[in-house]
């Protein structure tokens, strides 16, 4: 167990709809990752933030956004939703965006079905 | 852009019978390379972090060494529990994201 917690842990829903995915970092970590596996892409980085504010953007798409809150949790919000929308969304935190050397520690994923 | 290759894809091997995973990189400043493992639907789990060309980390039958280009994972004696997919990643200096390699895919039989 990383520490890591995310929720919904499956979610089903249709084209066009909007969804929320849930991240709780570990107990004393600032910083909070979002990545993206699908089948064809393998692992991507979404988007990061520390101590609620945006530091990096990867291969984000507009429909998608996200935020970090008070108490750290994070939200992953995708909208507009596609077919190929479809993967694991996985959250990871760290120490601090700021450390030279630091690992990142995932959580278990969400697995996002979109029909 | 950080580049990541993993080979081989699949490696199918009788418990006992060691073997090694490669990981090329290119990576405008290196802050660290990661191995992680990940297991069916679940999220990857910290292995190793390498910082610097000679450096080698071990933890149990794993051992992770890392060159300017490339790093390996030895597995020693694996076991069936060590099937999975062993995912490498790097983290420029000027970055905090991780790029990944696509993975290799261990099948360990007893």
Excluded: M
Excluded at chain 1, 4 to 24: D, E, F, M, Y
Excluded at chain 1, 96 to 115: C, D, K, S
Excluded at chain 2, 55 to 80: D, G, M, N, V, Y
């Amino acid at each position: 167990d990383s520490g890591v917690t995310q929720t919904p842990k499956h979610l089903i829903t249709a084209t066009g709809q909007r969804v929320t995915l849930r991240c709780s970092p570990r107990s004393g970590d600032l910083s909070v990752y979002w990545y993206q596996q699908s089948l064809d892409q393998g692992l991507q980085f979404l988007i990061q933030y520390y101590n609620g504010e945006e530091r990096a953007k990867g291969n984000i798409l507009e429909r998608f956004s996200a935020q970090q809150f008070p108490d750290l949790h994070s939200e992953l919000n995708l909208s507009s939703l596609e077919l190929g929308d479809s993967a694991l969304y996985f959250c990871a935190s760290s120490v601090a965006g700021t450390v030279h050397q630091e690992t990142q520690y995932f959580g278990p994923g969400t697995r996002l079905l979109v029909l | 852009e950080d580049q990541v290759t993993q080979s081989p894809e699949a490696l199918r091997l009788q418990e006992g019978e060691s073997s090694s995973l490669n990981c090329s990189y290119t990576v405008s400043g290196l802050r660290g390379l990661f191995w992680y493992r990940q297991d069916p639907g679940k999220g990857p789990e910290f292995l190793f972090t390498l910082y610097s060309a000679g450096e080698e980390k071990e933890k149990e039958r794993l051992k992770a060494t890392l060159t300017k280009k490339e790093s390996f994972l030895h597995i020693t004696a694996p076991k069936p529990e060590d099937s999975a997919t062993y995912l490498c990643a790097v983290q420029a200096r000027n970055d905090y994201k991780l790029s990944f390699g696509a993975g290799t895919t261990v099948t360990v039989r007893a």
